[in-house]
T-cell receptor
Framework: GNSVTQMEGPVTLSEEAFLTINCTYT??????LFWYVQYPGEGLQLLLK?????DKGSNKGFEATYRKETTSFHLEKGSVQVSDSAVYFC????????????FGTGTQLKVEL | GAVVSQHPSRVICKSGTSVKIECRSL??????MFWYRQFPKQSLMLMAT?????????EQGVEKDKFLINHASLTLSTLTVTSAHPEDSSFYIC???????????FGPGTRLTVL
């Protein structure tokens, strides 16, 4: 079946540090890949997505590249801010799967001054 | 941007009672809505998929008679937790998809506590 594996958190960084949150997936075919962010007390928001191999999704300084050869979709940001503190979820939607999302377990990011 | 609302945001009920949670797409027509359950510090687990005007499709292990889903219009889906018990306490989240796009827009969630 389909699955998404994320690095465990929490990840604690100082402001302006470089961020990487690893995500790998298992799926047949060519799934769409997503990163969602959940700020404290709020619902999930789509952060970025990529729908085919080698696509790069980007938003708000975050980016992730769809790597089919390594089945990965790692999230990166060059300089994090305190306001980036949240839980980040990697997810996939399988090809022809009716848009059903499979989520990773989430990675909590804490950014400190 | 697309907005999805949920009501109520928090609900506390006694064991044995039923609770209804509403999910609304505010500025688009949602042909498909999804209901998820999120346990503390865990990921979202898909419970069911509902298409407007048809019966919901439940994931394996989800009791359809306990978690009643109705998607009567293109902007509203409801989840009713029947005869709720403490183990049903959780964070319930809905999402909505417009047409055949691959992007789901999530509601803010409903915290259910069953005493």
């Amino acid at each position: 079946g389909n699955s998404v594996t994320q690095m465990e958190g929490p990840v604690t960084l100082s402001e302006e540090a470089f961020l990487t949150i690893n995500c790998t997936y298992t799926a047949t075919g060519y799934p769409s890949l997503f990163w969602y962010v959940q700020y404290p007390g709020e619902g999930l928001q789509l952060l970025l997505k990529a729908t085919k191999a080698d696509d790069k999704g980007s938003n708000k300084g975050f980016e992730a590249t769809y790597r089919k050869e390594t089945t990965s979709f790692h999230l990166e940001k060059g300089s994090v801010q305190v306001s980036d503190s949240a839980v980040y979820f990697c997810a996939l939607s399988p090809t022809g799967g009716g848009n059903k999302l499979t989520f990773g377990t989430g990675t909590q990011l804490k950014v400190e001054l | 941007g697309a907005v999805v609302s949920q009501h109520p945001s928090r609900v506390i009920c006694k064991s044995g009672t039923s609770v209804k949670i509403e999910c609304r797409s505010l500025d688009f027509q949602a042909t498909t809505m999804f209901w998820y359950r999120q346990f503390p510090k865990q990921s979202l687990m898909l419970m069911a998929t509902s298409n407007e005007g048809s019966k919901a499709t439940y994931e394996q292990g989800v009791e359809k008679d306990k978690f009643l889903i109705n998607h009567a219009s293109l902007t509203l889906s409801t989840l009713t937790v029947t005869s709720a018990h403490p183990e049903d306490s959780s964070f319930y989240i809905c999402s909505a998809r417009e047409g055949h796009t691959d992007t789901q827009y999530f509601g803010p969630g409903t915290r259910l506590t069953v005493l």
